[in-house]
């Protein structure tokens, strides 16, 4: 019902900043809950930040808060994550998830994923 495609990634030196977007396809994407994780080398998935439906209620990892912003905007159904002050340790690979329950967005057992974009910081 939903497909996601993540775009934005690159390569950034230390304290620079990306802008992550997730373009959904799909006639209910307005009533799905969002997130972002990402995986490093080596390391399991890991929960970066999740937003309700609405865009009123925003969740994020304490390794990213107040570096890191998710919004979304619904009239283009995309999905953003606003990424300042990076870090090497920041280097991964990022996904966008969805899925009707916000819960189970952030606990990474959503039913839709996109590919996923690659962020790499240097130092």
């Known amino acids: 019902q939903v497909q996601l495609v993540e775009s934005g990634g690159g390569l950034v030196q230390a304290g620079g900043s990306l802008r992550l977007s997730c373009v959904a396809s799909?006639?209910?994407?307005?009533?799905?809950?969002t997130g972002w994780f990402r995986r490093a080398p080596g390391k399991e998935r890991e929960f970066v930040a999740a937003?309700?439906?609405?865009?009123?209620?925003?969740y994020y990892a304490d390794s990213v808060k107040g570096r890191f912003t998710i919004s979304r905007d619904n009239a283009k159904n995309t999905v953003y994550l606003q990424m300042n002050s990076l870090k090497p340790e920041d280097t991964a690979v990022y996904y966008c998830?969805?899925?009707?329950?916000?819960?189970?967005?952030?606990?990474?057992?959503?039913?839709?994923w996109g590919q996923g974009t690659q962020v790499t910081v240097s130092s």
């Open positions: 998830a969805a899925d009707i329950r916000l819960n189970t967005v952030a606990a990474g057992t959503g039913d839709y």
């Open positions: 799909g006639r209910t994407f307005r009533s799905y809950a």
């Open positions: 937003i309700s439906w609405s865009g009123g209620s925003t």
